[in-house]
């Protein structure tokens, strides 16, 4: 399987979309500052994620997740 996923920084107000093949390692890559661009950010935690079977699909929600409507459709979601 993989995954489209949104992580929340812990002890900021920062999120950051993604996609992977395994989402428990992934997130231990995330803590441990193995992403150099949200190493400010850590510790995250999972808050929202969409299982796929083929790793394109993963990539097409997780640019959807990056845009004006994907932004919107995870704020409502997250919200309610």
């Not at 699909?57 to 995870?74: C, D, N, T, V």
């Amino acid at each position: 399987m993989f995954y489209a996923y949104v992580i929340k920084s812990i002890n900021h107000d920062y999120y950051y979309k993604g996609h992977c093949e395994n989402l428990e390692t992934r997130l231990q890559q995330h803590n441990a500052g193995s992403t150099t661009s949200i190493k400010a950010y850590i510790p995250f935690t999972v808050i929202y994620f969409e299982e796929f079977h083929t790793r394109d699909e993963a990539i097409k929600r997780e640019k959807y997740f990056k845009s004006a409507a994907g932004r919107k459709y995870l704020k409502t979601k997250l919200l309610s």
